[in-house]
């Protein structure tokens, strides 16, 4: 007998990957408990299929990022922390989004710990410094910085994101554990990380790659004229080919 987790974080707007990982959940294996890691929107377009297809999971735990905090912030009628034509964006997708999902989007934590048969889990977008603001991205990340990072931490596994490329560290206390950008890829395929907790406790992880149509979901980045498309789709799309037919 053993628990298994899915790590999932940096959505993205990306409702076509998200359905993708699910369904690989359901016809593979029995997933008990879905840690979901924030930025759930924006970049991708799916805002309102995306808060759907969560919202129908009664097993999922949740933290905030950056995105959703900006385009909360607009919906509330206050000012994004977003720029140029990122900000944008961000206007865009706070205007198309369903009111509905507010409150939803209200109440996610920065960071939460989550126990399960003994393991304690820290879920958080990124990493925190005492001021609950995000360190910048360490674009080199090692066992050895983490652990001096988390030093005073009691948590067996680390689980992030926002660096949207997988990073996996076992050290002797911990695990640090980011699946990679669910909803953004250079290639169609869809990230996802398995986690398993033992009876005797050991931890076993999978990393998982979940190939996906994402032919639709390219197109209408156009066909909806998404503010700073272009950028979007050369930086966190690899500039696929689209087919506009």
Same mark, same amino acid.
């Given at each position: 007998?053993?628990?298994?987790?899915?790590?999932? &974080? =940096?959505?993205?707007?990306?409702?076509?990957?998200?359905?993708?990982?699910?369904?690989?959940?359901?016809?593979? @294996?029995?997933?008990? *408990? !879905?840690?979901?890691?924030? =930025?759930?929107?924006?970049?991708?377009?799916? &805002?309102?299929?995306?808060?759907?297809?969560?919202?129908?999971?009664?097993? !999922?735990?949740?933290?905030?990022?950056?995105? =959703?905090?900006?385009?909360? +912030?607009?919906?509330?009628?206050?000012?994004?922390?977003?720029?140029?034509?990122? @900000?944008?964006?961000?206007?865009?997708?706070?205007?198309?989004?369903?009111?509905?999902?507010?409150?939803?989007?209200?109440?996610?934590?920065?960071?939460?710990?989550? &126990? !399960? @048969? $003994?393991?304690?889990?820290?879920?958080?977008?990124?990493?925190?410094?005492?001021?609950?603001?995000?360190?910048?991205? %360490?674009?080199?990340?090692?066992?050895?910085?983490? %652990?001096?990072?988390?030093?005073?931490?009691?948590?067996?596994?680390?689980?992030?994101?926002?660096?949207?490329?997988?990073?996996?560290?076992?050290?002797?206390? @911990?695990? *640090?554990?980011?699946?990679?950008?669910? $909803?953004?890829?250079?290639?169609?395929?869809? &990230?996802?990380?398995?986690? +398993?907790?033992?009876?005797?406790?050991?931890? =076993?992880?999978?990393?998982?790659?979940?190939?996906?149509?994402?032919?639709?979901?390219?197109?209408?980045? *156009?066909? *909806?004229?998404?503010?700073?498309?272009?950028?979007?789709?050369? !930086?966190?799309?690899?500039?696929?080919?689209? %087919?506009?037919?």
């Amino acid at each position: 007998m053993q628990t298994n987790i899915a790590v999932i &974080t =940096d959505i993205h707007g990306n409702s076509a990957a998200l359905k993708a990982v699910f369904a690989d959940m359901e016809n593979e @294996r029995q997933v008990d *408990y !879905i840690f979901c890691l924030g =930025d759930l929107l924006a970049i991708g377009h799916e &805002t309102d299929e995306v808060l759907e297809d969560l919202q129908l999971r009664k097993n !999922i735990s949740y933290v905030r990022r950056n995105h =959703d905090e900006d385009i909360l +912030r607009i919906l509330n009628g206050r000012e994004p922390g977003s720029k140029g034509e990122v @900000r944008e964006h961000h206007y865009w997708i706070a205007k198309h989004m369903n009111k509905r999902f507010m409150p939803f989007l209200s109440e996610l934590p920065m960071k939460r710990k989550m &126990t !399960i @048969r $003994g393991k304690q889990f820290l879920l958080l977008h990124y990493h925190l410094n005492d001021q609950n603001q995000f360190h910048p991205i %360490d674009t080199n990340p090692s066992l050895e910085k983490l %652990d001096d990072l988390y030093e005073n931490e009691s948590a067996d596994v680390v689980c992030f994101g926002h660096h949207h490329v997988l990073h996996f560290f076992k050290g002797k206390d @911990r695990m *640090y554990l980011n699946p990679g950008a669910l $909803g953004c890829n250079s290639k169609s395929i869809a &990230t996802y990380a398995l986690v +398993r907790v033992k009876e005797d406790g050991c931890i =076993d992880v999978e990393m998982r790659e979940v190939s996906y149509d994402n032919k639709e979901f390219l197109r209408k980045f *156009y066909a *909806y004229d998404v503010p700073a498309k272009e950028s979007i789709l050369r !930086i966190f799309y690899g500039d696929q080919e689209i %087919d506009y037919e």
